[in-house]
């Protein structure tokens, strides 16, 4: 077991190691001056050169990519001055000369706009991404368990043709159409009766009462973000249970005298979840990526509303930095995932 798991962090670091290299390498081969971005164009050539050689620019690209993973990595070496101390906020490990060993939190740069941290960016909007998308995975979870149950008890029915149509145009309609469909339908035309605001993020700042909390505004945003995996948990759900109700053991607990709901509760449907649960475990990751442009038509404050602005300003490292983060996340829960399974099921460890 230690092997296995061991072999699926090694994997997960070799992947975010790719994204890393994939990340640097594309953000400097677009076009745009970092340095006139900060200062502008009007600045003296004597400030943009400092402010280059800051950044490092002015290293040759193999340099630059070699620093950068030195920035990234929590044990890394700098030169020792206050300087230094300062702008990563180390722990020394081990002097010489120089040079130390330094324990830190990853520098991912600053902003270009705002001269802040870009891990304090992130962490300030992150709550709002990981809040829409554990509130739509568990919407998406619990409804489509609901109604892939009610379409395989009501097979060839009524119901069983509607859910399944609904689903099919829930998979098929891209999120950001849903978006705009749904916000100006029950966010604009229909206010005055759902109550619900067009627009709006989790906390708001009251200047008498402070910072609030304002669940009615996740509504729209976590139904719109949900719609996707609700329509395919409730057809891996539809399918699942019907594969298991054909099953001998469901023959032999309804000659036993069970109860349909006995039945479908205790024994068909803790069989048929199965695939479910994989499936709840690779969306949950995608949809802290999918609700990048949700939060932006919604207003929702959140990572992915930052990186967007970011990307319209140009602001390299903020969106460098979400990109990341959300690849962090993705194949973190992944490796979790994998881990779980193979502690329930030793065949995947043997596979």
């Known amino acids: 077991m230690l092997g296995f798991v061991l072999k699926r962090i090694g994997y997960g670091f ?20 970092p340095v006139e971005l900060m200062l502008g164009s009007k600045s003296d050539k004597e400030t943009r050169e400092l402010i280059r050689h800051e ?29 230094n101390q300062k702008k990563y906020e180390y722990s020394e490990v081990i002097e010489f000369g120089e040079k130390v060993l ?43 368990i609901l109604f892939g149950i009610i379409a395989a008890l009501k097979q060839h029915t009524f119901w069983d043709h509607f859910v399944i149509s609904i689903s099919v145009m829930g998979i098929s309609a891209p999120s950001f159409v849903m ?25 708001n700042n009251d200047p008498i009462y402070g910072r609030q909390l304002e669940l009615r505004n996740i509504i729209l945003p976590a139904f719109t973000l949900g719609i996707r995996p609700l329509a395919i948990i409730t057809q891996l759900t539809r399918s699942s249970m019907l594969e298991v109700l054909s099953q001998d053991y469901i023959r032999t607990a309804k000659a036993k005298g069970l109860g349909r709901v006995a039945v479908v509760l205790k024994h068909a449907l803790k069989n048929a979840l199965n695939p479910v649960i994989t499936a709840v475990s690779g969306w ?13 038509i919604f207003n929702w404050k959140g990572l992915g509303l930052k990186t967007l602005k970011a990307v319209e300003l140009l602001d390299f490292p903020v969106v460098m930095g979400a990109t990341l983060i959300v ?8 490796i979790v995932v ?8 030793p065949r995947v460890r043997l596979n």
């Open 102 to 144: 330094v324990v830190k939190r990853p520098y991912l740069r600053r902003s270009f706009q705002s001269n802040q941290r870009v891990d304090e960016i992130i962490i300030e909007n992150l709550e709002g991404t990981l809040v829409l998308a554990l509130v739509s995975m568990l919407f998406a979870t619990l409804f489509g």
């Open 55 to 83: 950044l490092g620019l002015d290293l040759p690209l193999y340099e630059q990519f070699a620093k950068y993973l030195n920035d990234l990595s929590p044990i890394s070496i700098h030169t020792n001055s206050e300087k």
């Open 14 to 33: 070799l992947i975010i190691l790719g994204v890393v290299h994939v990340v640097f390498f594309l953000f400097h081969a677009l076009p745009g001056d």
């Open 284 to 296: 949950l990751a995608s949809l802290m990526a999918g609700a990048f442009f949700i939060e932006y």
């Open 179 to 203: 978006a705009i469909i749904i916000s100006m339908v029950f966010g604009y035309y229909l206010a005055e009766y759902t109550g619900l605001p067009l627009t709006g993020s989790l906390w």
């Open 327 to 334: 690849a962090i996340v993705f194949v973190t829960i992944n």
């Open 338 to 345: 994998d881990i779980l399974y193979a502690a329930i099921d």
